[in-house]
């Protein structure tokens, strides 16, 4: 490893810490949420060096993207519900802290993970072993559908029990915002078909290289929140029951899949070989249309009203 | 190296001099308007210079088409992103900075 | 040390700055950024300790983060919600104990 492959890699680290400590020691919510959108994106880029483009793609699309137009969109409903709540005065707090506990955790964590440092154990030849029978060549994809895919069920469900949540509390009534304008209307309408076509690629390329049904829902769902952004509404007939069925095909299909295996008598979400690649294919691209609808309505945050609202 | 390596190199550090010089204008200017004016010509240029340079280095109009397309919509992102940030300073009544 | 190792140190850092945050912060949704925080901590450890060896990467950390990215992003959205929810009935963004004892009324 070269001095300056060295460097990059510290430089990149230590700039992680001190996001990380900035975006929760600066005063002005915005600015933290600001400053902990550019740690994702600094996430991102670690992920590459640690040779792990998938998670670099995921890292920037939900955690990074999403994760901060949530944020985003979270604080600007605080200013509205509470406009003196969006500061908060940390200096009083960062002084009667549990240091000491949390040096020592610190250390304790540091100790550990330098005694693990020096005899990396994977599951490499594992997954290499196996990577011809599960359907797929990009070894992420097959542990995350194949090898481990009753992990990435329960996650779809997770995701699904996250919007019944935040659909039966109902924070906020919905609300018309201003129209953000003409150009990023424009922008949205060169760019939704681009964004269609990136999911649709990432979706199909999750075989064999780096992206899957996760990438490619987030940035369909991306593509929802620019539209929610500029002003687009889906028309009252869809809000009802298509809207509803986007949301549960993914899950729906994975646990049929499931059920349907388990019925010839094989174990839970073990595929036949044979049929293994066009499964996960079925199974990723329900998953990307659920992802996707999932979170463009998480970042709306009220259900979506079968009439618009008066 | 040979000559296209050469002009490679030339283009990426010309392209990181725009991203040195823009992020020192983010920094260092006044107002909401003029950082935008400095960010918006270190993105364009500074990416379409690094681009540029990588297309040369790749060796496969494939990559290099892929690149430019991610210039293109950087571009397009970035000039109507940053149209919404001054719109949005201007709805707010945030003053121009006069010297 | 290898790259790996930066990144599972910075890692540990994170968590302990995620923690902290976590216990001193008393403004919900600065709440959230630290368990977001700290969860990218636990991703870099799992991805730092697994990292390039010989054998190259090793698949399973990398999807189980990108399940715990995914999960996270639910856990942030709930977490918003029963944060705006709280406001609206109590009218402050933060818990009962955590309530400013001194100083100006917010």
Same mark, same amino acid.
Request: net charge neutral; charged share 10%.
């Given at each position: 490893?070269?001095?300056?492959q ?8 230590l700039g ?31 992920w590459?060096?640690?040779?792990a483009?998938?998670v ?20 600007? @409903?605080?200013?509205?519900? +509470?406009p003196?709540g969006t ?5 009083e707090?960062? @002084? ?9 955790a610190? +250390?304790?964590l ?23 029978? &599960?359907?797929v &060549? ?14 990435? /069920? ?12 935040a ?9 018309r915002?201003a129209?953000p ?7 949205? @309408? ?20 780096p ?8 940035v369909l769902?991306?593509?929802?929140? /620019? ?10 007939h869809?809000?009802g029951?298509p809207?509803? /069925?986007?949301? *549960?095909?993914g ?5 049929? *899949?499931?059920w ?7 174990p ?13 294919? /079925? ?14 309505v998480?970042?709306?945050g &009220?259900?979506p ?6 | 190296?040979?000559g ?6 030339? =283009?990426?550090?010309?392209?990181? =001099? ?7 204008? $983010? =920094? ?33 109009? =494939? ?5 430019? $397309?991610?210039?293109?919509?950087v571009l397009?992102?970035?000039?109507s992103?940053?149209h919404?940030?001054?719109?949005g ?11 | 040390?290898?790259?790996?190792g ?6 540990v850092?994170?968590?302990v ?16 950024l ?6 990218s901590g ?5 991805v ?6 010989d054998?190259?990467?090793d ?7 990108i ?6 992003v ?7 919600v ?8 109590s ?7 955590d309530a400013p ?6």
């Amino acid at each position: 490893m070269s001095l300056l492959q060295t460097g990059i890699d510290a430089l990149l680290a230590l700039g992680l810490v001190w996001l990380a400590w900035r975006a929760l020691a600066c005063p002005d919510l915005f600015r933290g949420i600001v400053l902990f959108i550019a740690f994702g994106l600094l996430m991102a880029l670690a992920w590459v060096r640690l040779e792990a483009p998938d998670v670099a793609l995921a890292e920037a699309a939900i955690g990074a993207g999403l994760t901060g137009a949530l944020l985003l969109a979270a604080l600007a @409903r605080l200013n509205r519900i +509470a406009p003196a709540g969006t500061r908060a005065d940390t200096r009083e707090a960062w @002084r009667n802290a549990p240091a000491l506990l949390l040096v020592l955790a610190g +250390a304790g964590l540091g100790l550990a993970v330098l005694s693990l440092l020096p005899e990396p154990a994977g599951l490499q030849a594992q997954v290499a072993a196996e990577l011809g029978r &599960s359907g797929v &060549s990009n070894p992420v994809t097959a542990v995350l559908l194949n090898f481990r895919g009753y992990d990435t /069920l329960l996650e779809v469900l997770v995701l699904l029990l996250a919007l019944l949540a935040a659909w039966s509390l109902e924070a906020e009534p919905p609300r018309r915002e201003a129209a953000p304008g003409p150009v990023l209307d424009l922008l949205l @309408r060169l760019l939704l078909p681009v964004l269609v076509l990136a999911a649709a690629y990432l979706l199909w390329a999750g075989a064999h290289a780096p992206g899957g049904a996760f990438q490619a829902g987030a940035v369909l769902g991306a593509a929802g929140v /620019l539209a929610l952004l500029a002003g687009w509404r889906l028309q009252p007939h869809l809000t009802g029951l298509p809207l509803r /069925l986007a949301i *549960v095909i993914g899950p729906g299909g994975f646990l049929l *899949v499931a059920w349907a295996l388990l019925l010839t008598g094989r174990p839970l979400l073990e595929y036949p070989p044979a049929l293994a690649g066009a499964l996960i294919l /079925l199974i990723e691209t329900l998953a990307t249309l659920s992802i996707a609808a999932t979170l463009a309505v998480l970042f709306q945050g &009220s259900r979506p009203a079968a009439e618009p609202p008066a | 190296m040979t000559g296209p390596d050469y002009l490679a190199a030339l =283009l990426l550090l010309a392209g990181a =001099l725009f991203f040195l010089a823009g992020t020192l204008g $983010l =920094l260092r200017f006044p107002d909401v308007y003029t950082r935008l004016h400095a960010l918006t010509k270190a993105d364009n240029v500074g990416l379409g210079l690094i681009v540029l340079g990588l297309s040369l280095q790749s060796g496969s109009w =494939l990559v290099a088409g892929k690149l430019i $397309l991610i210039w293109l919509l950087v571009l397009l992102a970035g000039a109507s992103v940053s149209h919404l940030i001054a719109r949005g300073a201007r709805l707010r009544g945030i003053p121009e900075w006069r010297r | 040390m290898s790259a790996a190792g930066f990144y599972a140190l910075a890692g540990v850092a994170l968590v302990v700055l995620g923690l902290y945050g976590l216990a001193v912060q008393a403004h919900l949704l600065r709440k959230l950024l630290a368990v977001n925080i700290l969860g990218s901590g636990v991703f870099l450890v799992l991805v730092g300790l697994g990292g390039p060896a010989d054998a190259g990467p090793d698949p399973v950390p990398h999807a189980m983060v990108i399940t715990g990215i995914v999960v996270a992003v639910s856990a942030t959205a709930l977490g918003l919600v029963l944060m705006l929810k709280l406001t609206t009935t109590s009218g402050r963004p933060t818990l009962e104990d955590d309530a400013p004892r001194e100083g100006p009324e917010a």
